[in-house]
């Protein structure tokens, strides 16, 4: 009764991978890559491994094959494999594999900059376009660090961001993991945010977590009309998740005037299905299921069907949030495709959709969701 | 080794709906019917809309052959459909169609009586029984516009408790939408509420939201023994989400006496998991999954099964929360049925269950519990 | 493709309960027997029980077959078999039949001492190693209780859990039940700990609610090195569901210095998620998924998939929280065993883990993770 080719169509679908990093310009030692396949800054506990989990799983099964290795091959062997073949040869492997037509790269992470491919190196690496999210608290420190006087501050912000207007396809604000979504919900006034940024110190001025500061560079993200993404639940250690919750959102939500930017809640993990309800009721609001993906691994259809519940199917996106190794940006790619065919196959079995209508939504999740919102 | 017959002896089974709502009495436009399928009040972005998504899917599946058109037709097709049918005959042939036995009518929505179908009309389009289920804020609200003054207000609230209590079926609060439920989990003297109800302005007569006049009316509602509903969880974006976990419930139904009324929490997604510990560990406890599954559609069952984990089987009870249009009144049926047929037949197959159990459980949760409960 | 005996393999795979407690020394009463079934203290409402449940089902669906019944006896009958049994009897093939190789029994529970078996007793009727966890609140109890000044409180404290360093595998914390886990973060000091010790009433004494004694309790446990269990989220309805989310020690776990002791946080649900990901950023984070597992019975398989989502497989273990009745013990074990080769057979025929792999992994929740980290 369905087509035999649903999995087959959603594996040749492009992708737009709307919230990703770039690659490590260099080749990790074995140390270093365990880390890079965790959320964890510190090496796991002794007889124990990073690697022996989903994410780990899913890299012996899925990328192995792509290094010419067999499928399930031992941890060493992989590493060895990928020394031997180098970084680039790997990167260039990989990225070209996961089907992603488009990558909107976030160049705001911090310390990694001189060992990431630039965004022209990674598209030449992926064959694919290549666009920015600029990191709205990466513009404000690089001002802050220039020594600007205070009550410059909130103009010459507003500048730099219309400075990158034209060049960037959206921006990034990290407030849950510099204060959590707990803030208050207003727009802080210039005066406001000018008395926040002389109270500054100089730590303050090179990372910022003061809440009036992180909420002036949110209303002003919000301000340009340009998508802005917002992180939401799972990440490292450092932030406090139940904090990230996306719900806590609403009151600032229902602030937002009819000019505001489109929100994109990303990752959301374990938030997931308050993200999808938010997504619902907020027509600006959308949202991923990146990260969360990558690292359940055999085990992540469960919540890619968790993130088809509630939300309009115009409002989902891909996302790998991948940072550093490019077997996150593979695993990503292949897991999404993989637990959407499950997904929309057993709605379509169940005989609840149409084959047809699942094929549409697929390709609306994979592609045309993002190329829509972000007008690229 | 199961029989081939529970999802069809699922499908008969009588239902009660222990918390809906009636129907609109006119044919809604086609953005106002979009907008009548979805818990936002605003209208989906270009692009966009609110009938792609799972509970439009459903629409199309299910109600489109009981309109006379074919499965999974086009919106459009629908909806002109639905408007030379007319609402009286869509509503009949709908709400027919569920297999609903007796219909609990939350009557206190606000801004909606004049335009929806009384409790008599109601019964006559859906050929069968129904009650009332009065909203302790309605109740209050009308006292309070009456001009009452203050400090005769607790009395009279109790008189007007007393006055419906032979004819409702039982009471609803709707503080998770006006408050929250971190409230203070006392009950409030009745000079407490005077003072309280004294500082309301006129707005604040109109809509009540001052948490001492709610908490009053939500004790005077469980001291009348009658079942008392409480939205929980998923609703419009008026609310705080996470302040209408029921979990935050604990340290009031700590303080409820033997006497007090039964707790009804209603729709509960996304703590519907929080729900059924709730009605493990307090013996007045019930919910149900209403509002979540008919907007998760195909992907509802995985809910159904979820809310089958931690509540002892005399807890769950079957509710639409469906308001004014009968094609939300049919999904919810459909789809609950659909849902618990798919968790028990699992539960069968797996050989942890025996077939005659699993139709025994299904009867107390489409009909059994509500009955008892309610004593209707 | 995948070898036929996965399941039978996970069925003979030996356990470590790493949580448990002893069986009651005597045969309770019906009313008894079904409030031992469930967190809830009181019993069932007219007209339901709490043996209509998920947890009940499996009883009769697990253990009537090892006390000569039928598959599915009727709960009467059960009863009536169980008493002409005799505890003893009951307690030896159940306990026998659960497959556990060790338990590590928590026998700090409060009321229940002089009617459970001894862990000597309990070794007896298991035929299997037994090894103490002692709980930090209780041997607090017990020095306060005996009249202790306050200013030696710490020092005496401190040697407590040295004299039991050589005999116990571990300590357990109830600071979840006894105040929540937002605790403020850090280690309080003796003087702190000597002043709230010194406020502290009879009743204090004799019951710690006192979040600064708490606190140096358990700051007190980690200093140890050995294991430190934590009690987090679903128990009975003392406890404040939300206030038990494991994320809420995010602050605290950040604090612990490098030579703090494994943290191993019991049971988790609804909370299973958060767990998971605590046990993927911190290093000294372990997780069970236990209690939840024995209430939600034929339901339980897809709260085990849950537990597999994040967390490196080194840092899952096994518990069933089973207390008084041998059937806890003997349901915990079995749906375990039963959950756990659900999901991983469903890894291996999508083609995503290796059989050879899923085997190890079941060895490593099973037994192998509580033993490296026990040292047993």
Redesign the interface.
Known sequence: MTPPTLRDRIERLPLVDHHVHSVLQRDPSDAEFELLL????????A????L???V???LR?HCAPLLDLP??AEPGRYLEQRGLLGHREVARRLLRASGVSASLIDTGTVGGETELATNAEFAELADHEVHEIVRLESTAEELLRSGIAAEHFPDAFRRALDAVRGSAAGFKSIIAYRFGFDFAPQRPSDAETVAAVDALGPGGRERIDDPTVLRFLLWCGVDTGLPVQLHVG?G???????RC?P??L??W??LLPDSAS?IMLLHC??YH??AG?LA?????VYFDLGL?IN??????S??I??G????????LLYSSDAWGVPELHLLGARLWRRGLAI?LQ??VD?????A??AIR?ARLVCEGNAR?VYAR
Chains 1, 2, 3 share one sequence.
């Open positions: 965790t959320e964890s800054s510190l090496p796991a506990p007889g124990t491994s990073h022996d989990s989903q780990g799983f899913a099964r499928r399930h799972y490292d250690a450092d932030l406090d998740l139940w919750n719900a806590l609403m009151p939500l229902r489109p993990y374990p299905r308050e309800y619902q009721v907020f027509p600006r969360g690292y359940s691994g055999a085990a992540s469960a919540i069907r968790e088809l519940e509630l939300a309009p199917f115009g409002k997904a057993e709605f169940a005989d609840e959709w149409s047809q209508e939504v829509r």
